[in-house]
């Protein structure tokens, strides 16, 4: 279908009579009477017709290229950002994220409507909405986003948590909410619908909350509003792109466990010959210095003489793992992009940017862990 003409001066509804009826010629140039402004260059484009007009795809639109270095070609240089990358994954374009939102599987609800799933947060906001089954303190302070079970068992043999007053010995102690629960002195406040974001984290930052010898950390560049967050796993200091950050102890540590096998996916651009074959072979894991790294997918996805950009997906997360194998097999990495975590991806959410994932697709993602809650 083209689309019709822009007319000079809007029309519409608002102008009282439809915008086709209007004669040409009948105002001075900007639509107003005495010819405000002069008319648009916009305005003056002639309609496109159906045949002329471009395709609606986010990937027709240039990207800023930052990599000097040029395709074997001569002609455009390296994809250097994850929208020109996405052109190349095998089997087609995945679920992205739109500006502003993540991906979940279904349409986004657009601002200033709520579905079942915002509704059900927001009833469970309410004062005296949502009682909590018995569980361990443990796990209940872990949600409540105090840390992990394993700090917040640390912190109950320190003897830093108390229950109206008496200090607890034993992290096995049952509750069935956190009024009275004190941490360092402190009243921990009751357990709030799980929230779960995604940040594009550029390179150069720490993912810890604070380093001891004064580096940068992400939490110098969150933006300001946001609720007390934990990431969920790590990206080092050069490492960029998606990291998952919640509310919830519980859930971050879901998404870290090894047996959930959640995968992870990353764009790697090194420097180096390798051959197919032996990113293949990454599938059945490799052990370097006695460290055994599990199954890794890797493809070539570019590669222009030494150049290349790789494609990697895992399952785990240890320290390092991409760059010491990379480079245990002859390459040198120089940019490294998390573009997916799970079900999520990074698409076009801009560097330093925050999109909170919407409440269904947190009920989804722990209902796959068999550990719906919500």
């Known amino acids: 279908m083209s689309r019709p003409p822009r007319i000079p001066g809007g029309g519409g509804a608002s102008g009282g009579r439809p915008p086709g009826n209007r004669p040409p010629g009948n105002r001075p140039p900007g639509g107003k009477p005495g010819g405000a402004r002069p008319p648009s260059p916009f305005n003056e484009r002639p309609p496109r017709t159906a045949d002329s007009r471009p395709p609606r795809s986010a990937d027709t639109r240039p990207v800023r290229a930052t990599d000097p270095r040029r395709s074997r070609d001569g002609g455009e240089p390296l994809a250097t950002s994850v929208r020109e990358l996405r052109q190349h994954i095998p089997g087609g374009r995945p679920v992205r994220l739109p500006r502003g939102g993540v991906p979940t599987g279904e349409p986004t609800i657009p601002a200033g409507r709520r579905g079942r799933g915002e509704r059900r947060a927001a009833e469970a906001r309410a004062p005296g ?94 933006p300001p509003g946001l609720p007390r967050l934990v990431p969920v796993g790590r990206l080092d200091m050069n490492t960029e792109g998606l990291l998952l950050m919640t509310t919830d102890g519980a859930l971050k540590r879901q998404l870290e466990l090894p047996v959930n096998a959640v995968s992870r996916r990353y764009r790697v651009r090194a420097y180096g010959d390798i051959s197919v074959a032996t990113l293949d072979a990454l599938i059945d894991g490799i052990t370097i210095d006695g460290m055994h790294y599990g199954p890794i997918d890797a493809d070539i996805e570019i590669r222009t003489g030494r150049n290349l950009w790789i494609s990697m997906r895992l399952t785990e997360g240890k320290n390092r793992e991409i760059r010491r194998v990379l480079e245990f097999l002859g390459l040198q990495v120089s940019r490294l992009i998390r573009v997916a975590y799970g079900p999520f991806e990074l698409g076009e959410l801009p560097v330093r940017g925050v999109a909170e994932i919407d409440s269904d697709a947190i009920v989804r993602l722990k209902k796959s862990f068999g550990k719906a809650r919500d």
């Not at 443990?138 to 003897?159: C, F, N, P, W």
């Not at 109206?164 to 002195?185: Q, Y």
């Open 129 to 222: 909405a949502g009682a909590i089954e018995p569980q361990r303190i443990a796990k209940l302070l872990a949600r409540a986003g105090v840390g992990s079970r394993r700090d917040i068992e640390r912190m109950i043999t320190e003897g830093r948590i108390a229950v109206h007053g008496k200090v607890l010995e034993s992290p096995a102690f049952i509750l069935s909410s956190l009024d009275g629960v004190t941490v360092n002195g402190d009243p921990v406040a009751s357990i709030e619908p799980t929230r779960l974001f995604a940040f594009n984290k550029p390179a150069g930052f720490l993912t810890t909350a604070r380093d001891p010898a004064g580096r940068p950390t992400i939490f110098d560049v969150l």
